[in-house]
């Protein structure tokens, strides 16, 4: 490492960064059983088997309640075809809530599949370290020190607004794993609802918001890749121009392809919810 202290805060700022993004990296492929050791996902295993019991209320509740409606008069129970249609019903909403947690797993690694291909099929196993060029490491290091005051101010400016976004970025995914955690905890309760068949829809689109929790991993790491292919090929700076200048626009490029990444992470949701009708 240099010990121009211009080139230092860059690279500090860049190191940041480049672990952050490792960080990303390891998260997507990580299951939420292995997160942290496994024990978030105990802790979330036995609020699940806690909530089964309020679920299961909730089942005969929501099968009374679609029973009521959907049946003309008592009379079309005693229909053996509208009885049988009745007791699946009931048997199945019941497996969905006790093993709904083995459902919702089945689902996630599916979807962690889906991303392991998307990986694999890329060759890149992991993100590309940005690095600071040369020749602006050369440019920073040949100014005198009145030259070098404003390069402090741009360095300065610069290293903040990359450390912000790294943590903004990082965050992003970070509220991925929580929502995974939330939507399992609670999962008996939404999946009550299969068993009415007027309630059967807020099930369904509970199912369907945790397989776009999900893919939102798969459209991370499409980001992630793509930044990584930008990354490669280092900004365009004119070697001709002051120190100050070629910096600034270094950091300019650089910036705006973080920006690009981190609004396509925050997007992530809307994107996939898009895709799939919610």
């Known amino acids: 490492m240099s010990d121009n202290w211009v080139v230092q805060n ?57 029973m009521v409606k959907t049946c003309g008069s008592f009379a079309d129970v005693k229909k053996p075809e509208h009885a049988l249609k009745l007791f699946v019903r009931f048997i199945l909403a019941k497996a ?10 089945t689902i996630f690694t599916i979807i962690q599949g889906v991303i392991n291909t998307i ?62 955690y939330m939507y399992t905890a609670i999962a008996p309760i939404p999946l009550s609802t299969f068993a009415g068949e007027p309630s059967q829809n807020v099930g369904k689109t509970f199912l369907k918001s945790y397989c776009a929790v999900c893919l939102e991993g798969a459209i991370i790491v499409l980001a992630c890749i793509i930044f990584s292919l930008f990354a490669s090929t280092p900004p365009d700076v004119d070697s001709s121009m002051s120190a100050v200048n070629q910096v600034w626009s270094y950091i300019g490029q650089l910036i705006f392809n973080m920006l690009v990444l981190v609004g396509t992470v925050k997007m992530s949701d809307r994107i996939v919810r898009e895709m799939m009708g919610l």
């Open 119 to 180: 990986i694999t099929s890329s060759g890149i196993t992991n993100p590309n370290n940005l690095a600071l060029p040369d020749d602006i490491v050369s440019a920073i290091e040949d100014c005198g020190f009145f030259e070098s005051i404003p390069l402090w101010a741009v360095t300065l400016i610069g290293g903040l607004v990359v450390t912000v976004i790294s943590l903004i970025l990082i965050l992003t995914v970070y509220g991925r794993f929580f929502k995974l």
């Open 96 to 105: 969905v809530i006790t093993q709904g947690m083995e459902l919702m797993l």
């Open 10 to 66: 860059l690279e500090n700022a860049l190191s940041t960064w480049n672990g952050y993004l490792s960080e990303i990296w390891s998260l997507i492929t990580t299951t939420p059983q292995n997160f942290r050791g496994g024990t978030i996902w105990t802790v979330i295993q036995n609020i699940n088997t806690a909530v089964q019991g309020v679920g299961l209320g909730l089942l005969v509740l929501f099968f009374v309640v679609g």
